[in-house]
Nanobody, 119 residues
Protein backbone atom coordinates (compact mmCIF):
# COMPACT_ATOMS: atom_id res chain seq x y z
CA UNK A 1 0.00 0.00 0.00
CA UNK A 2 1.40 3.35 -1.08
CA UNK A 3 0.11 6.69 0.14
CA UNK A 4 0.86 10.21 -1.03
CA UNK A 5 0.13 12.85 1.57
CA UNK A 6 0.11 16.51 0.55
CA UNK A 7 0.40 19.54 2.79
CA UNK A 8 0.99 23.27 2.54
CA UNK A 9 -2.09 24.59 0.79
CA UNK A 10 -4.11 27.53 2.03
CA UNK A 11 -5.29 31.06 1.40
CA UNK A 12 -2.76 33.63 0.20
CA UNK A 13 -2.96 37.12 -1.23
CA UNK A 14 -1.94 37.83 -4.83
CA UNK A 15 1.81 38.13 -5.05
CA UNK A 16 2.31 35.85 -2.07
CA UNK A 17 4.03 32.49 -1.77
CA UNK A 18 3.20 28.97 -0.67
CA UNK A 19 5.19 25.76 -0.49
CA UNK A 20 3.47 22.45 -1.10
CA UNK A 21 4.90 19.15 0.07
CA UNK A 22 4.00 15.60 -0.86
CA UNK A 23 5.44 12.62 0.99
CA UNK A 24 5.14 9.08 -0.33
CA UNK A 25 5.03 6.19 2.12
CA UNK A 26 4.71 2.43 1.91
CA UNK A 27 6.72 -0.45 0.52
CA UNK A 28 8.44 1.67 -2.11
CA UNK A 29 11.35 0.31 -4.11
CA UNK A 30 11.86 3.64 -5.83
CA UNK A 31 10.04 6.53 -7.47
CA UNK A 32 10.51 7.60 -11.06
CA UNK A 33 8.69 10.74 -12.06
CA UNK A 34 6.89 12.92 -9.50
CA UNK A 35 4.65 15.79 -10.37
CA UNK A 36 2.07 18.33 -9.36
CA UNK A 37 -1.23 18.79 -11.15
CA UNK A 38 -4.04 21.21 -10.47
CA UNK A 39 -7.73 21.38 -11.17
CA UNK A 40 -9.86 24.49 -10.95
CA UNK A 41 -13.67 24.29 -10.77
CA UNK A 42 -15.14 23.52 -14.18
CA UNK A 43 -11.74 22.88 -15.74
CA UNK A 44 -9.70 19.81 -16.60
CA UNK A 45 -6.81 18.69 -14.44
CA UNK A 46 -3.57 20.05 -15.83
CA UNK A 47 0.11 19.42 -15.27
CA UNK A 48 1.83 22.16 -13.29
CA UNK A 49 5.34 20.74 -12.94
CA UNK A 50 7.15 17.42 -12.94
CA UNK A 51 10.57 16.13 -11.95
CA UNK A 52 12.38 12.89 -12.75
CA UNK A 53 14.45 10.86 -10.31
CA UNK A 54 17.52 12.42 -11.92
CA UNK A 55 16.28 15.94 -11.33
CA UNK A 56 15.10 16.94 -14.81
CA UNK A 57 12.11 19.24 -14.63
CA UNK A 58 9.36 20.58 -16.83
CA UNK A 59 6.75 23.25 -16.16
CA UNK A 60 3.51 24.51 -17.57
CA UNK A 61 4.08 27.76 -19.45
CA UNK A 62 1.72 29.56 -17.06
CA UNK A 63 3.98 28.92 -14.05
CA UNK A 64 7.46 29.15 -15.54
CA UNK A 65 9.63 31.56 -13.60
CA UNK A 66 7.24 31.57 -10.63
CA UNK A 67 7.05 27.95 -9.46
CA UNK A 68 9.91 25.59 -8.63
CA UNK A 69 9.61 21.84 -8.22
CA UNK A 70 12.18 19.87 -6.24
CA UNK A 71 12.46 16.51 -4.54
CA UNK A 72 14.26 14.72 -1.74
CA UNK A 73 14.76 11.16 -2.91
CA UNK A 74 15.87 9.98 0.53
CA UNK A 75 12.54 11.13 1.96
CA UNK A 76 10.40 10.19 -1.08
CA UNK A 77 9.11 13.75 -0.99
CA UNK A 78 8.40 16.29 -3.69
CA UNK A 79 7.96 20.03 -3.15
CA UNK A 80 6.41 22.86 -5.10
CA UNK A 81 7.54 26.36 -4.22
CA UNK A 82 5.00 28.81 -5.58
CA UNK A 83 5.92 32.49 -5.74
CA UNK A 84 4.19 35.53 -7.20
CA UNK A 85 0.87 33.76 -6.93
CA UNK A 86 -2.03 34.96 -9.04
CA UNK A 87 -5.79 34.49 -8.63
CA UNK A 88 -5.74 32.18 -11.65
CA UNK A 89 -3.49 29.81 -9.67
CA UNK A 90 -6.46 29.03 -7.45
CA UNK A 91 -7.17 25.30 -7.69
CA UNK A 92 -6.93 21.98 -5.94
CA UNK A 93 -3.35 20.78 -6.30
CA UNK A 94 -2.64 17.06 -6.59
CA UNK A 95 0.60 15.18 -6.19
CA UNK A 96 1.36 12.35 -8.60
CA UNK A 97 4.09 9.72 -8.46
CA UNK A 98 5.22 6.84 -10.63
CA UNK A 99 6.19 4.35 -7.93
CA UNK A 100 8.33 1.26 -8.38
CA UNK A 101 7.00 -1.78 -6.53
CA UNK A 102 9.34 -4.63 -7.29
CA UNK A 103 9.77 -4.83 -11.06
CA UNK A 104 6.72 -2.80 -12.03
CA UNK A 105 5.73 0.82 -11.64
CA UNK A 106 2.32 2.12 -10.66
CA UNK A 107 0.70 5.55 -10.79
CA UNK A 108 -0.45 7.06 -7.50
CA UNK A 109 -2.27 10.27 -6.60
CA UNK A 110 -2.58 12.28 -3.44
CA UNK A 111 -5.88 13.47 -2.02
CA UNK A 112 -5.33 17.07 -3.07
CA UNK A 113 -4.70 20.31 -1.24
CA UNK A 114 -6.57 23.54 -1.91
CA UNK A 115 -4.72 26.69 -2.92
CA UNK A 116 -6.75 29.90 -2.97
CA UNK A 117 -5.23 33.17 -4.14
CA UNK A 118 -7.44 36.09 -3.22
CA UNK A 119 -7.32 39.50 -1.63
Amino acid sequence: QVQLVESGGGLVQPGGSLRLSCAASGSIFGINRMGWYRQAPGKQRELVAAITSGGSTNYADSVKGRFTISRDNAKNTVYLQMNSLKPEDTAAYYCNADVLLGLRSYDYWGQGTQVTVSS
